[in-house]
């Protein structure tokens, strides 16, 4: 089995930065394509970034785009989300998730369906 476990949430106002990280164990896989999702209260779960194995193909949700970078260490099996200039409105639980086989289209990417293995996410609420 695989765990993907998320960290670096917090409270924060307006204008601030965050970085999340997320940490996979357990079986011994390529990760071939990893992501980030959000979730709101009483709201679908949302795409916001993916990178595949080799960081060569990086996808970013178009409102979050210029604002945040995903990032992958391979070898130690870490994805990061580095979260610049928050606004309100990127209030969420921030999901990682991850897939074993490469996901095609690029646009693709974005859809959670396509990922089989998922943290429990962490919190990230931000101020006006």
């Known amino acids: 089995q695989v765990e993907l476990v998320e960290s670096g949430g917090g409270l924060v106002q307006a204008g601030d930065s965050l970085r999340l990280s997320c940490a996979a164990s357990?079986?011994?896989?390529?990760?071939?394509?990893m992501a980030w999702f959000r979730q709101a209260p009483g709201k679908e779960r949302e795409f916001v970034a993916a990178?595949?194995?080799?960081?060569?193909?990086?996808y970013y949700d178009d409102s979050v785009k210029g604002r945040f970078i995903i990032s992958r260490d391979n070898n130690n099996k870490m994805a990061y989300l580095q979260m610049n200039s928050l606004k309100p409105e990127d209030t969420a639980l921030y999901l990682c998730?991850?897939?074993?086989?490469?996901?095609?289209?690029?646009?693709?990417?974005?859809?959670?369906?396509?990922?089989?293995?998922w943290g429990r996410g962490t919190q990230v609420t931000v101020s006006s």
């Open positions: 998730a991850a897939a074993t086989v490469n996901i095609h289209p690029e646009q693709a990417m974005g859809n959670k369906v396509h990922y089989p293995y």
């Open positions: 357990g079986r011994t896989f390529t990760m071939t394509v």
């Open positions: 990178i595949r194995y080799n960081s060569g193909i990086i």
